[in-house]
């Protein structure tokens, strides 16, 4: 599903579908900027510690509300806690879905997976880039 594209293929192709997560570092990103860590966390300190993972679409749906369409959502460590066990590539592309924006990765790129933190720290995830909807943009 998912696939590798060059940064330049993005601006020639209408015809690319999926979420644009942007890996590396070195592209300058043109649009308004969401970052999600400080927002998002102040919102789920309101909430019981039970309900947070409940309500962290909710809460992650409402805080994006004013982004405008094809935004760059950057910052979003805050996800990856451990304690909220989710799947962070799968929430942001149910996001997408209803308002589409590009994705700043914070990790790396590594045999066709998106990587996050180092192996054997709690919060490591690894995602196969051809398990979800998304352009993996390099």
């Given at each position: 599903?998912?696939?590798?594209?060059?940064?330049?293929?993005?601006?020639?192709?209408?015809?690319?579908?999926?979420?644009?997560?942007?890996?590396?570092?070195?592209?300058?990103?043109?649009?308004?900027?969401?970052?999600?860590?400080?927002?998002?966390?102040?919102?789920?300190?309101?909430?019981?510690?039970?309900?947070?993972?409940?309500?962290?679409?909710?809460?992650?749906?409402?805080?994006?509300?004013?982004?405008?369409?094809?935004?760059?959502?950057?910052?979003?460590?805050?996800?990856?806690?451990?304690?909220?066990?989710?799947?962070?590539?799968?929430?942001?592309?149910?996001?997408?879905?209803?308002?589409?924006?590009?994705?700043?990765?914070?990790?790396?790129?590594?045999?066709?997976?998106?990587v996050y933190s180092e192996e054997g720290r709690s919060d490591y995830r690894m995602?196969?880039?051809?398990?979800?909807?998304?352009?993996?943009?390099?």
């Amino acid at each position: 599903m998912g696939r590798i594209v060059k940064y330049r293929e993005i601006a020639k192709s209408q015809k690319l579908s999926g979420m644009q997560v942007y890996c590396g570092g070195f592209h300058t990103l043109e649009g308004a900027r969401f970052s999600v860590n400080k927002p998002l966390a102040e919102a789920l300190l309101k909430i019981a510690s039970s309900a947070r993972t409940m309500q962290l679409d909710r809460c992650l749906h409402d805080l994006m509300q004013n982004l405008p369409t094809d935004g760059v959502v950057e910052d979003i460590d805050v996800l990856f806690s451990p304690v909220l066990k989710i799947d962070v590539l799968t929430l942001l592309i149910s996001l997408w879905k209803s308002k589409p924006f590009r994705l700043k990765w914070p990790g790396s790129l590594m045999n066709n997976a998106l990587v996050y933190s180092e192996e054997g720290r709690s919060d490591y995830r690894m995602f196969p880039i051809e398990d979800y909807d998304i352009l993996c943009v390099i």
